[in-house]
């Protein structure tokens, strides 16, 4: 597997990430937690040294799914877990933003017992808190910084002013937002100033939910328990309106010898160094499929045909539930 440094932070990784939450929630119930403990290490074995998780996936369960599957190896990977909700313990229920210096230091404290280990690699704030100055959320993440708990700093979901803000109090390792090819949102704004600053990005769902992989029917309808369910993207109207970047992904993927899925991800790694994707998975087939990706190689003329082609594609629905926005 191939390697990335985020940005300037001098954090180097797998150049494909693993994205942890699907293995305990959001489509349908929670896999077998043996077999979820064996696929993370098979991922290890494979070269893969980041795993993205947070609190709030399961709640609680996510990361403790992740702290006893990769204990064993824990010197050979990168953890990124994430603070930022306001979680009911005994009810799992979540309710609203919360990142009040205390919370944030309470959940750390949390999250290290959950995780077991001594050192979270890299801290986001999950969503932007209005209520909470950034520069005290950025000033805490510091502070545990310096009493050595965590070791880089990241936000997720969060305009460019906001980065901006944050960074100048403390520099910012990775800016983890949602991109793919039907979710461009980043290129506007965000993605240039994560250049400037040199801040790595990792794009959560960089597979579309799973739509970019071909393998979803647009006639298709989801169980309450899929969060799919419930996103504007996902209902059959907007599926088949969106078939066409489908289409697109399919076709040059035939081209190139190569899955749908291999074809979404190269475009994200072609699109610069810095972008470190973290396709989720509960399977090993797909978990191959997914890594194979960073040797799958896009000419700066297939990207400029592919980036030009999807462009003209007009996608139908909102991303995610609707109501995602940069903080």
């Avoid at 996936?57 to 006893?68: D, T, W």
């Avoid at 230091?105 to 808190?129: C, F, G, M, N, P």
């Avoid at 610069?272 to 194979?292: Q, W």
């Avoid at 045909?305 to 909102?318: C, H, L």
Wanted: proline content about 6%; charged content about 25%.
């Amino acid at each position: 597997m191939k390697t990335r440094t985020l940005g300037r932070s001098g954090l180097t990784v797998s150049a494909l990430g693993l994205g942890c939450m699907g293995m305990s929630m959001n489509y349908g119930p929670p896999e077998d937690k043996g077999e979820m403990i064996a696929l993370l290490r098979s991922a290890v074995e494979r070269g893969v040294t980041f795993f993205d998780t947070a609190e709030v996936y399961g709640p609680f369960s996510n990361e403790e799914l992740v702290g006893e599957g990769l204990a064993p190896v824990r010197d050979q990977v990168v953890i990124a877990t994430k603070f930022g909700f306001n979680i009911i313990p005994e009810t799992g229920e979540r309710r609203g933003l919360n990142s009040r210096p205390a919370h944030i230091r309470a959940v750390a404290e949390a999250s290290l017992k959950r995780l077991r280990t001594d050192v979270i690699d890299l801290l986001y704030q999950h969503r932007v808190d209005p209520k909470v100055p950034i520069e005290e959320v950025a000033g805490t993440v510091k502070d545990l910084i310096a009493e050595g708990k965590v070791r880089h700093f990241g936000l997720s979901e969060a305009g460019a002013a906001t980065i901006r803000r944050a960074h100048a109090v403390q520099p910012i390792a990775a800016l983890e937002s949602e991109y793919s090819l039907w979710a461009r949102d980043p290129e506007a704004e965000v993605l240039p100033v994560c250049e400037e600053l040199g801040i790595g990005f990792v794009p959560w769902s960089p597979l579309g939910q799973g739509f970019l992989t071909g393998t979803v029917d647009p006639n298709a309808t989801f169980d309450p328990a899929d969060v799919r369910s419930r996103f504007p993207r996902f209902t059959p109207e907007a599926m088949r309106a969106n078939q066409g970047l489908v289409d697109l992904v399919q076709r040059i993927a035939q081209a190139k010898g190569a899955t749908p899925a291999q074809i979404a991800l190269a475009w994200l790694l072609a699109r610069n160094l810095s972008i470190v994707p973290i396709p989720g998975t509960r399977k090993l087939h797909r978990l191959d499929e997914n890594m194979a990706a960073a040797g799958v190689e896009l000419s700066s003329d297939e990207l400029a045909e592919m980036t030009s082609a999807a462009s003209r594609i007009e996608i139908k629905g909102a991303r995610g539930t609707g109501h995602e926005q940069y903080g």
